[in-house]
Each structure stands twice: as C-alpha cells, then as structure tokens.
C-alpha cells in the first residue's frame, strides 16, 4: 500500500504585513506634513539671534560704563580728600578694588578705626548708595602681613583680618548701604600683595606694611546676590506698608543725576 502524500506546511498568516505598510506610510505621510509646515524662516532668526546677541552685549556695556563712573567718583573721593597716599583705585576683571592701607586707617594691632578714617568712608559709602549703584555688591577683604599677633580679642591673623573688614562693613551698614548687599571675608596673611622676607627670611617692612590692607570690592551683583537683594528689599518694604516695592521711589531718584561726593 503506498504512502500518502505528505502534506504541505500550512501558510503563515500575512494579514499584519498589510497593517504594518499602512502604518510606515501614515507615518511617512505625517512627517512629510510637519516639514512641509515648519519652513524655518532663516533672515528672521538671524534678525532675532542678533537682537539678543544686542542686548546682552549693552548689558555688558552698561555695567562696564558704571564701573568707570564709579571708579572716577572714588578716585575724586580719594583726590578732594588728599587721601591718595593711603587709598589706592584700581579697576579689574570684576568691577572696581579700593584698597585702604591699615596702618593709615586702623589703629596698630586693633580693628579700631582711625578718627581720620571716618569721612573718607563716609564720602565712598554716599557715592555706593547712589541710584545708578544700585545693582552693586560691596565684598570687603581684611589682609595682613605675616607677622603673627596674639591677643584675646585677636588671637591670630584670621580674627584681626575679619574684624577689620567687618568693622568697615558695619560702619557702611550704618551709613545706609543694604546689609545683604555686603560680606566681609578675613584672609589674614595668605594672599600677600609682596613678599614679606626676602630669600633669606628676613622680613621686608616696605612690603609688610604694603600687605597690611583692606580691599574693598564693588563690583555688579551675580544672580543669586540680586535675587536676594531684591527679596529683601520688598520685605522691607511691605513691612513699611509700600507695596511698590520701592520701586516709585527708585524711578524718581533715578531720574536726578548724582553728583559725585567731596
């Protein structure tokens, strides 16, 4: 009796191959749509980037112009004051640096300031408070030499450093610049502007006393540091009872040109 004949492997169903061509095509068909519909305009990117490029840069400017009005109103300070041999102007990367000689401002050993020292102060701290200063961080540096002092109340270079900045910072906060617009850092003798000895190690004096410094920097607010001056200012004033945020009154001081302080 023969065999039968063997039977054929049933078909595979090929029904999904359908669907799956319809879906690739739809697809195809709907990104073809949404290039057809984003046509990038070229000339007006190009006109938008500039226009931001634009302003960013007068930014810049603006605050680089500030930076030299300032440092002319402390250089006319400093010169009205015939203080010019104990203060010293100089503009950097990040605004402007005052550096204060101590032995001319502080008593010897002390964060006690000189009674000399007061209207000098009092003259640089009017001009940071004017209007168009506003957007300006005073940071405050205490520098000595590298000859140690130990007493109870500085018991190293740190405290005698620190205390000396805190002392102008404070007496600027009386004065009426923002608190929370200042710091006072102490660096004691690690950031020398000299070398205090020599090869040998004997000290140099001219240097020792050039490395005895406060440094006043005043330079525009970063973005953490205008967020909470800006914070702290509208407390203040809703404590006050304006809830303009003080804004009024800014607008009308910023319209009267200041004149620098003598």
């Known amino acids: 009796m023969a065999a039968p004949p063997p039977k054929a492997p049933p078909e595979e169903d090929q029904a999904w191959l359908l669907t799956y061509a319809d879906t690739v095509t739809l697809l195809?068909?709907?990104?073809?749509?949404?290039?057809?519909?984003?046509?990038?305009?070229?000339?007006?990117?190009?006109?938008?980037?500039?226009?931001?490029?634009?302003?960013?840069?007068?930014?810049?400017?603006?605050?680089?112009?500030?930076?030299?009005?300032?440092?002319?109103?402390?250089?006319?300070?400093?010169?009205?004051?015939?203080?010019?041999?104990?203060?010293?102007?100089?503009?950097?990367?990040?605004?402007?640096?005052?550096?204060?000689?101590?032995?001319?401002?502080?008593?010897?050993?002390?964060?006690?300031?000189?009674?000399?020292?007061?209207?000098?102060?009092?003259?640089?701290?009017?001009?940071?408070?004017?209007?168009?200063?506003?957007?300006?961080f005073v940071e405050i540096e205490g520098h000595t030499d590298d000859d140690p002092i130990s007493t109870v109340q500085f018991p190293s270079n740190w405290e005698l450093s620190a205390g000396r900045a805190s002392t102008v910072v404070r007496y600027f906060s009386e004065q009426g610049i923002a608190p929370y617009k200042m710091k006072a850092v102490g660096y004691a003798e690690t950031q020398p502007k000299y070398p205090n000895r020599d090869l040998n190690g004997v000290p140099i004096p001219e240097n020792q006393e050039a490395n005895r410094r406060v440094a006043i920097h005043v330079r525009p607010m970063d973005p953490d540091e205008k967020e909470v001056y800006y914070y702290r200012r509208s407390e203040e004033s809703m404590e006050a009872g304006?809830?303009?945020?003080?804004?009024?009154?800014?607008?009308?001081?910023?319209?009267?040109?200041?004149?620098?302080?003598?």
């Open 242 to 262: 304006d809830f303009s945020g003080g804004r009024e009154k800014k607008d009308d001081q910023s319209k009267e040109e200041e004149a620098p302080a003598n």
């Open 28 to 136: 195809m068909a709907f990104f073809v749509m949404l290039v057809s519909f984003s046509k990038i305009d070229i000339p007006l990117y190009e006109k938008v980037a500039a226009g931001i490029k634009n302003e960013l840069g007068k930014g810049t400017k603006d605050f680089e112009s500030l930076t030299t009005r300032l440092k002319v109103d402390m250089e006319n300070i400093v010169f009205s004051m015939q203080a010019d041999e104990a203060v010293e102007v100089a503009e950097d990367d990040m605004g402007i640096v005052i550096e204060l000689d101590s032995s001319a401002f502080f008593f010897p050993g002390t964060a006690q300031l000189r009674d000399e020292a007061y209207p000098v102060l009092q003259n640089m701290a009017t001009t940071a408070m004017a209007p168009k200063y506003e957007p300006f």
